[in-house]
Nanobody, 124 residues
Framework: QVQLVESGGGQVQVGGSLRLSCAASGITYSPYNIAWFRQAPGKEEREGVSCITTNDVATYYQDSVKGRFAISRDNAKNMVYLQMNSLKYEDTAVYYC????????????????WGKGTQVTVSS
């Protein structure tokens, strides 16, 4: 059974930092990419924030987070991290990690497995 468990969310002031973690287990397909999505309050859709391929060959960032967020992966521990710096009000959202079979990140396509999310709140 595939499990993706996010942690590290919380409340932080504008300009602050948080590091989200995604612990993956039970994934039997390979290769797989891990992506971070977020769903802001009042919005129906989740938006892709960042993604990393299975062997760290490629990473992707949404324009609004480039230069502020950094994704990394520790395959030995089955962990993916999202370091978020210089946080803004508009980064407030529930953040989800998701796994997708394949060699390249395709955030516009369906993801194969999802975590339950972790709340990030940015306030003054």
């Amino acid at each position: 059974q595939v499990q993706l468990v996010e942690s590290g969310g919380g409340q932080v002031q504008v300009g602050g930092s948080l590091r989200l973690s995604c612990a993956a287990s039970g994934i039997t397909y390979s290769p797989y990419n891990i992506a971070w999505f977020r769903q802001a309050p009042g919005k129906e859709e989740r938006e892709g924030v960042s993604c990393i391929t299975t062997n760290d060959v490629a990473t992707y960032y949404q324009d609004s987070v480039k230069g502020r967020f950094a994704i990394s992966r520790d395959n030995a521990k089955n962990m993916v991290y999202l370091q978020m710096n210089s946080l803004k009000y508009e980064d407030t959202a529930v953040y989800y990690c998701a796994a997708q079979y394949g060699h390249s990140c395709r955030l516009g396509d369906a993801m194969d497995n999802w975590g339950k999310g972790t709340q990030v709140t940015v306030s003054s």
